[in-house]
């Protein structure tokens, strides 16, 4: 049974990281904005941020499945989902802090999805060619994602006196957990290393160049780096992270070994 | 998804009235009785315009708060793949909304004066929202029972005499029996699993049994609509639609391997039907008149939503009208 595992598990273990970074990215912010269906500001809203979080869903899929496929263990896509613990989700911290409101569930949604823009046109020259193909679909998605996002951050800076003060406060709180993205760290050191992706510290200044214009026409001041760090990809989550595993592992932990 | 067989006066539509004119009414009588479609340019008396409007927001009002008890389990949801289907269910149900609010539209009301007239609580919207769903089952249930009796309603509208509303229930239809026919098999994976998946099936079946019926309104004897049927607006009576639901369901409710809740289903060789027990009116207008278990929360719920989106709105409308200045000064 060993000797099967080592022999059907040639990835690295960087590597399955690395994919469970983007899955887990994925699924969290996922989960985040499932929450407003329902209940957005007007139902067209409702609509796009539910087609939002399929899209989400739909590369959550495909990416732990392939992350259980290249760590030979046999798991599927919903026991990475749904059976780890919380130390083992290794999205960044962004994606799990609460929506709070229209205008930072926006603002996160327009720093996240430029970065995986930038993140997905490398993976499509993934030298794991599964990799590759879940970005050349995640691209498209996400270039939406980023229009969709833009547009908005955009109105709301540039709308009235309230909605600039609440999406400059959204930048505020969501500002300095974005470091997370770029913290350089080994896994990405030997991924870049392998031709399987970038590391994401790569990205930062064409993602800079990218975010600042927009926050600019959109009146919005970009806040001054911190000292401020998180550690979600490296599994230390905020407070956040276990309501939210509480509320989307319940079935699974609840009834156990069912299937649905 | 769903017009119950309603009927249940809202209030006053507002928007243009028209002249009454004998031979414009003459006119369209005819192009009913030939089977044709009434379009939203088309003369049409004041009573077949309100009635429509009713119709239409309050199916379209359904659609929207019908979003509350399903999307309550989307964060819950067992898999991956339920999620998905589920999220995605929920989406079609708001797109539903959308454009049925349009079709309303066509009749000289705005969206904005029917929302308010929903979150008022003076309009309303399908009682069968107005119960809670409490276990994973629910979703299957509501797939199979509500939505299977939704289409049983809506089938016939596919074919009214308001040109804009029938060819938006066409659209509506089809997605709907592809809910149905995904809930029906959320369902069927549970029966084959645990003995605890299985009892919750059962208990959301016992749960939404009756209310899925009495989607159809009250009897026709009882019904205060008559003008309906002469309009082309109704075509089928709630009685019959009913009858047809539970003929159908039965042997869906065998192949599942459930009991549905009436000691006193049995066929009816005679009739050609199943007969079924005498149905609680009591608690349908109970429901109705604001006093079932959701009515609050459902309402408080749309409320919020509107209320606490108001800047997003807000923002919108003034950022749009900076664009048209600036482009208006550029020019």
Redesign the interface.
């Given at each position: 049974m060993a000797a099967d595992m080592t022999q059907q598990n040639t990835a690295t273990a960087e590597h399955i990281e690395y994919v469970t970074r983007l899955g887990d990215n994925a699924?969290i912010l996922g989960?985040r904005l499932?929450?407003w269906?329902?209940?957005?500001?007007?139902?067209?809203?409702?609509?796009a941020l539910?087609?939002i979080?399929?899209d989400l869903?739909?590369q959550?899929?495909l990416l732990?499945t392939h992350a259980g496929k290249l760590e030979g263990s046999g798991r599927d896509?919903?026991q990475m989902?749904?059976l780890r613990v919380e130390r083992d989700y290794r999205n960044i911290t962004m994606m799990e802090v609460p929506n709070e409101?229209?205008?930072r569930s926006t603002v996160r949604n327009f720093l996240f999805s430029t970065f995986q823009v930038l993140l997905w046109e490398r993976l499509v020259q993934s030298s794991d060619r599964e990799l590759a193909a879940i970005a050349a679909k995640s691209l498209k998605e996400a270039r939406y994602h980023l229009n969709h996002s833009a547009e908005w951050v955009?109105?709301?800076g540039?709308?009235?006196a309230?909605?600039h003060d609440?999406t400059q406060a959204a930048l505020y709180y969501l500002w300095p957990y974005t470091a997370e993205l770029f913290a350089a760290n080994p896994t990405d050191e030997a991924v870049s290393a392998a031709g399987i992706g970038p590391a994401w510290s790569e990205l930062e200044a064409a993602w800079e160049a990218m975010v600042l214009p927009v926050l600019a026409e959109a009146t919005l001041v970009v806040p001054a780096r911190t000292p401020f760090k998180s550690y979600g990809k490296f599994g230390r989550h905020s407070e956040h992270m276990g309501h939210l595993l509480a509320?989307?592992q319940?079935?699974?932990r609840t009834?156990p070994?069912?299937?649905? | 998804m769903y017009t119950q067989s309603l009927s249940v006066p809202d209030g006053e539509a507002k928007g243009p009235r028209k002249v009454e004119n004998p031979e414009y009414l003459a006119e369209f009588n005819a192009k009913i009785d030939a089977g044709g479609f009434i379009e939203a340019k088309d003369w049409m008396p004041e009573a077949y315009r309100k009635t429509l409007v009713r119709q239409i927001s309050q199916h379209a009002h359904s659609e929207i708060v019908g979003m509350l008890p399903e999307g309550n389990w989307i964060t819950r949801a067992p898999s991956l793949k339920r999620k998905a289907i589920l999220l995605a269910k929920v989406q079609d149900e708001g797109g539903h909304g959308l454009y049925l609010y349009a079709a309303a539209e066509t009749l000289g009301v705005s969206r904005d004066e029917l929302t308010e007239a929903l979150l008022s609580g003076k309009a309303k919207y399908s009682s069968i929202f107005n119960y809670p769903t409490l276990n994973w089952a629910d979703i299957g249930v509501i797939g199979w029972l509500v939505d299977g009796a939704a289409i049983m309603n809506q089938i016939p509208l596919c074919k009214c005499s308001y040109g804009p509303y029938a060819r938006a229930m066409v659209r509506v239809c089809k997605e709907e029996s592809f809910h149905q026919r995904q809930g029906y098999d959320l369902l069927l994976q549970m029966m084959k699993g645990t003995e605890e998946q299985r009892e919750m099936v059962q208990d959301a079946v016992n749960r939404w049994w009756l209310p899925s019926i009495m989607m159809f309104g009250p009897h026709d004897r009882d019904s205060i609509h008559t003008e309906t049927a002469r309009w082309g607006i109704k075509r089928i009576s709630n009685d019959d639609l009913r009858q047809k639901f539970v003929d159908a369901t039965v042997k869906q409710a065998e192949v599942l391997g459930i009991s549905l809740p009436d000691p006193e289903l049995k066929w009816n060789a005679e009739r050609g039907h199943y007969d079924f027990a005498a149905i609680d009116w009591d608690e349908f207008w109970n429901v109705v008149g604001g006093h079932g278990q959701c009515n609050v929360d459902r309402l408080a719920a749309r409320n919020k939503a509107w209320n606490d989106g108001a800047w997003v709105r807000e923002a919108a409308t003034a950022h749009a009208e900076k664009m048209a200045a600036r482009e208006k000064q550029a020019a």
């Open positions: 699924l989960q499932s929450e269906c329902g209940h957005a500001p007007v139902i067209e809203e409702d609509l539910a087609n979080a399929l869903v739909g959550a899929r732990l896509e919903d989902a749904f409101d229209f205008g955009i109105r709301l540039d709308g009235t309230v909605s609440k509320t989307m319940y079935m699974q009834y070994g069912a299937s649905w | -």
